[in-house]
Nanobody, 115 residues
Framework: QVQLVESGGGLVQPGGSLRLSCATS????????MSWYRQAPGKERELVATITSTGAGTNYADSVKGRFTISRDNAKNTGYLQMNSLKPEDTAVYYCKATRNRVYWGQGTQVTVSS
């Protein structure tokens, strides 16, 4: 059974940091590219960051460049999103996605940035 389980979300003040994790099972994680998406209330889901299967390549949305870092540990079948200098507009449900010949999604974790 394929599972992607996000964790690490929560409430944080502007300027703060959070580290999201995406623990996977049921498929060969190291063969899959991984991405983080987010969806704010009333908005479409948007791509935040992507990392290649080996971790050699990364890409970021302009809105998070320089603040967010995507990474992965293939030995642990887990991906990460380090989020620094958080802003209220980063508030959203964050989802991880694994892509190769199939696409798998996690259930999401809420991130709220507010004072």
């Amino acid at each position: 059974q394929v599972q992607l389980v996000e964790s690490g979300g929560g409430l944080v003040q502007p300027g703060g940091s959070l580290r999201l994790s995406c623990a996977t099972s049921g498929f060969t994680f190291r063969y899959y590219h991984m991405s983080w998406y987010r969806q704010a209330p009333g908005k479409e889901r948007e791509l935040v960051a992507t990392i290649t299967s080996t971790g050699a390549g990364t890409n970021y949305a302009d809105s998070v460049k320089g603040r967010f870092t995507i990474s992965r540990d293939n030995a642990k079948n887990t991906g990460y999103l380090q989020m620094n200098s958080l802003k209220p507009e980063d508030t959203a449900v964050y989802y991880c996605k694994a892509t190769r010949n199939r696409v798998y999604w996690g259930q999401g974790t809420q991130v709220t940035v507010s004072s």
